[in-house]
T-cell receptor
């Protein structure tokens, strides 16, 4: 069945350093969504990518969708302590179901 | 706006006990989901519903039952709780359009002793 793998599982960075999490699917995706979960909170939708090669930016966050629509990445420039949390990708394949990756937990040292 | 409301927020059960988790949404969403979240496992889909009166199995349905008698409510039942069901449970909903995001509740932290 469809699988969505996300790496790394954990990342510790110094405040001001950059951070990237990668998402890979075993099948071609129709769209991919990214969510952020703060410690003790619930996942909150960040953005959706639909087109092959699409790049979207939200302030210091850059989201990319691969040309083959099987992978995606989230890059944060100059991390801040407010970026702490777990970032999930979720891809929708030919089954129509949204499959979540395992998440990447980001810790930022001030 | 309430959005998605889950009750209870916390619960401790003994092995073999039963309980029902309630999810209510006020956004008139067609689709509703129940996930469990365990460390290092991400969000795993237990059951989902594509509309009032319908339910379907997700990735990890064993040991759980669900009902969607009213469009706004999605109930998750544990008939005989087991320690392996200790987890954080999240409910989510979305409109009929698959390109719309899911809206999550605050979660229910369930411990089975």
């Amino acid at each position: 069945g469809q699988q969505v793998m996300q790496i790394p599982q954990y990342q510790h960075v110094q405040e001001g350093e950059d951070f990237t999490t990668y998402c890979n699917s075993s099948t071609t995706l129709s769209n991919i969504q990214w969510y952020k979960q703060r410690p003790g909170g619930h996942p909150v939708f960040l953005i959706q990518l639909v087109k092959s090669g699409e790049v979207k930016k939200q302030k210091r966050l850059t989201f990319q969708f691969g040309e083959a629509k099987k992978n995606s990445s989230l890059h944060i420039t100059a991390t801040q302590t407010t970026d702490v949390g777990t970032y999930f990708c979720a891809g929708r394949g030919n089954t129509g179901k949204l499959i979540f990756g395992q998440g990447t937990t980001l810790q930022v040292k001030p | 706006n309430a959005g998605v409301t889950q009750t209870p927020k916390f619960r401790v059960l003994k092995t073999g006990q039963s309980m029902t988790l309630l999810c209510a949404q006020d956004m008139n969403h067609e689709y509703m989901y129940w996930y469990r979240q365990d460390p290092g496992m991400g969000l795993r889909l237990i059951h989902y519903s594509v509309g009032e009166g319908t339910t379907a199995k997700g990735e990890v349905p064993d040991g759980y039952n669900v009902s969607r008698l009213k469009k706004q409510n999605f109930l998750l039942g544990l008939e005989s709780a087991a320690p392996s069901q200790t987890s954080v449970y999240f409910c989510a909903s979305r409109p009929d359009n698959s390109y719309q995001p899911q809206h999550f509740g605050d979660g229910t932290r369930l411990s089975i002793l």
